[in-house]
T-cell receptor
Framework: EAGVTQFPSHSVIEKGQTVTLRCDPISGHDNLYWYRRVMGKEIKFLLH????????ESGMPNNRFLAERTGGTYSTLKVQPAELEDSGVYFCASSQDRASGGARFFGPGTRLTVL | DQQVKQNSPSLSVQEGRISILNCDYTNSMFDYFLWYKKYPAEGPTFLIS?????DKNEDGRFTVFLNKSAKHLSLHIVPSQPGDSAVYFC?????????????FGKGTHLIIQP
């Protein structure tokens, strides 16, 4: 069974540009989560999809971040325009059910560097 | 305001000995706790979890202990092996609540020495 995949693995962009990150969850997992780890800090929750619906987006930092999950399969996270403080590693996770904390299976992450 | 704290950034343990990683939390609403292991350039991998209705959960070499009154949990690894060298994250959540995200600590880098 394939795990959670994320694309790209690395992205280097200039301040003010737009970047779109993609996450493909494990097949059949209705729950999809986005997290972010800024250098040296804790991994922080961004948002949670159940199928195509946003269940909780309380962790989204501001309106420069837009997450979508059309059709309830893969998800994209767009940052527009990117700022220096957006640099970090963005993780996606998926789970089959919400019981017991949900996010069990993490992807390898996308390392975003904003110059 | 960190709700999950791992106060030891790193820990060095000799191979074969016991590794004990600690985690404290401040939010009394948390009722489910998880430990993740992370290698460089990889995502966190789930290790073991515990519900607040228990005070201990074991899985092979890994045991998690929960002390609710102290708002403290610990992960014991016995015996420690070289492949255990990684960053370990403690995470917590409120199960059944509307908010479903995990709250993580900053991690502890465990180094197993031969």
């Amino acid at each position: 069974e394939a795990g959670v995949t994320q694309f790209p693995s690395h992205s280097v962009i200039e301040k003010g540009q737009t970047v779109t990150l993609r996450c493909d969850p494990i097949s059949g997992h209705d729950n999809l989560y986005w997290y972010r780890r800024v250098m040296g800090k804790e991994i922080k929750f961004l948002l949670h999809f159940v199928k195509e619906s946003k269940q909780d987006e309380s962790g989204m930092p501001n309106n420069r971040f837009l997450a979508e999950r059309t059709g309830g399969t893969y998800s994209t996270l767009k940052v527009q325009p990117a700022e220096l403080e957006d640099s970090g590693v963005y993780f996606c996770a998926s789970s089959q059910d919400r019981a017991s904390g949900g996010a069990r299976f993490f992807g390898p992450g996308t390392r975003l560097t904003v110059l | 305001d960190q709700q999950v704290k791992q106060n030891s950034p790193s820990l060095s343990v000799q191979e074969g000995r016991i590794s004990i990683l600690n985690c404290d939390y401040t939010n009394s609403m948390f009722d489910y706790f998880l430990w993740y292991k992370k290698y460089p350039a990889e995502g966190p991998t789930f290790l073991i979890s515990i519900s607040s209705i228990k005070d201990k959960n074991e899985d092979g070499r890994f045991t998690v202990f929960l002390n609710k009154s102290a708002k403290h949990l610990s992960l014991h690894i016995v015996p420690s092996q070289p492949g255990d060298s990684a960053v370990y994250f403690c995470a917590a959540t409120v199960s059944g609540g509307g908010a479903d995200g995990l709250t993580f600590g900053k991690g502890t880098h465990l180094i197993i020495q031969p």
